[in-house]
């Protein structure tokens, strides 16, 4: 028997051919052409793409087929498409809104389905819920095969690069500087769609590009999962000190996520990398206006935010919180723990601007990335960071629930100031960060995060994290 269909942090995801089926595909495209048209005139169609994971391409088919059985147009990827260029089809086209076939950085047995609305955002919780409330059986699905709905004009294969570049990335970053740079770059895309951007972009000149793992392998060789964070960047780090890189830019599954790692072969963590991008585009491009930050993400934004005089938001975990807000607030860039990153004219986050972002700052500022890091210290102080996750028996759920329904006194030694429930348990310390528990909205895992000014006690708050939860 089939599990049920659930919408977590970033759409649905599932097991391939265990829940993740061609009939499930099918009930969550009818449910969501059920949305549409509950929205009003449908003649503006939908963009569909698809990441490179084992038979996304057919499983797009399958979600553009029962669009045109609804009379909905499909604008299908011809390829395998990064989803911030998916995401941004749908505002070129002005279309009514996509859907994406991936599980983004999830394990290798995964598939998705992310739908977005006519701004290319992530579509709020409320509306999620009404999507997932209407899907049906089956039997209620409308279905039009493929080549029929192309020869009605139902369906139209595209490929979503060309204005991506032209209209998106062009008028935000001088390719042809970071081009003859001189730059000598490694790219990791992590076998996903990723693959090519950047020599595309800013290859043939004096920069040099090494790239890795840029063919599509979707069991994800030599990492546990196509996620920006160790241990799946080490091959990337390796070759820098390998070949002596000035620096290494990594992508995650479908290029919505950047990591990078410094001249050295070191990680700069998610954190690290998001108050960069914000120290950038507040320092170097003169941007102004607000900051989105999930509450599991740094705490260095705040402080950005009072020396450059912004506003900063914080929300639940997920986009569908992030986009929504970035929207509200006409947001400078919005963002989140997991290394996505989103800037103000595409509520979606985008990995391959994050990473020509990053390259910027290099090339402008003369400074290595070890040293923009130290920078960012200088104005803001040291922030010290790691996450721990750790799969759980859903039976114990709500025993993990109750133990953290009694807020403690102190957590590894420092007082307990405020708890945060917007989205878990948030636990902000006395004069030494946060540390946050939370349940994944798209795996079956607990996360406990810390972000702490005091280098030397990294682990010990996470192992009270932990030990608060009941987990060791």
């Not at 061609?22 to 969550?28: A, G, I, T, Y």
């Amino acid at each position: 028997m089939a599990g049920p269909i659930v919408f977590g942090t970033d759409g649905w995801r599932d097991r391939i051919a265990e829940n993740y089926t061609v009939d499930n595909v099918r009930r969550v495209a009818q449910a969501f052409a059920h949305y549409l048209k509950s929205k009003g005139d449908t003649a503006a169609g939908v963009v569909i793409g698809y990441d490179n994971r084992f038979e996304a391409e057919h499983f797009a088919a399958v979600a553009a087929e029962v669009m045109a059985g609804n009379g909905i147009k499909a604008y299908l990827t011809e390829r395998g498409t990064p989803t911030p260029i998916i995401s941004y089809s749908v505002v070129d086209r002005q279309a009514l809104g996509a859907i994406n076939i991936t599980a983004s950085h999830n394990p290798p047995w995964d598939c998705g389905f992310k739908v977005r609305d006519h701004a290319g955002a992530a579509i709020a919780p409320d509306d999620l819920k009404i999507i997932e409330a209407g899907i049906g059986p089956v039997e209620s699905v409308k279905s039009l095969p493929l080549k029929a709905a192309q020869a009605h004009g139902l369906v139209e294969l595209f490929d979503a690069a060309p204005n991506y570049i032209e209209r998106r990335i062009k008028p935000l970053v001088d390719l042809d500087r970071l081009r003859e740079a001189g730059l000598n770059l490694v790219v990791d895309p992590m076998w996903g769609v990723g693959a090519g951007y950047f020599p595309r972009l800013i290859g043939g000149g004096k920069t040099r590009i090494t790239e890795i793992h840029n063919i599509r392998n979707p069991i994800f060789p030599e990492m546990s999962r196509p996620e920006p964070i160790p241990p799946n960047v080490n091959v990337g780090l390796a070759k820098v000190k390998e070949i002596g890189a000035d620096m290494v830019i990594m992508t995650d599954g479908d290029a919505d996520r950047v990591g990078a790692g410094d001249e050295n072969g070191a990680f700069l963590n998610q954190l690290q990398v998001y108050a960069l991008l914000a120290l950038y585009l507040l320092e170097i491009r003169g941007q102004r206006g607000a900051i989105v930050k999930t509450l599991s993400t740094t705490s260095m934004l705040n402080a950005l935010g009072k020396l450059y005089d912004v506003p900063v938001y914080e929300t639940g975990v997920g986009f569908k919180y992030v986009g929504p807000k970035m929207l509200e607030t006409d947001a400078m860039m919005g963002g989140e723990e997991s290394g996505g990153f989103a800037f103000r004219g595409l509520p979606e986050r985008d990995g391959i601007l994050a990473g020509l972002y990053l390259l910027d700052f290099v090339v402008r500022t003369g400074k290595k990335p070890s040293e923009l890091l130290a920078w960012l210290y200088e104005k803001v102080g040291g922030h010290y960071y790691d996450r721990i996750d750790t799969i759980f028996d859903n039976s114990r759920r709500g025993e993990i629930r109750e133990r953290l329904a009694h807020d403690p006194a102190e957590v590894a030694g420092f007082k307990v100031t405020r708890v945060n429930r917007t989205d878990g348990y948030k636990y902000e310390l006395e004069g030494a960060g946060w540390l946050l528990i939370r349940f994944s909205g798209t795996e079956p895992l607990i996360r406990v995060y810390t972000e702490t000014t005091r280098q030397d006690k990294v682990q010990d708050i996470l192992q009270a994290g932990l030990a608060l939860a009941g987990l060791k």
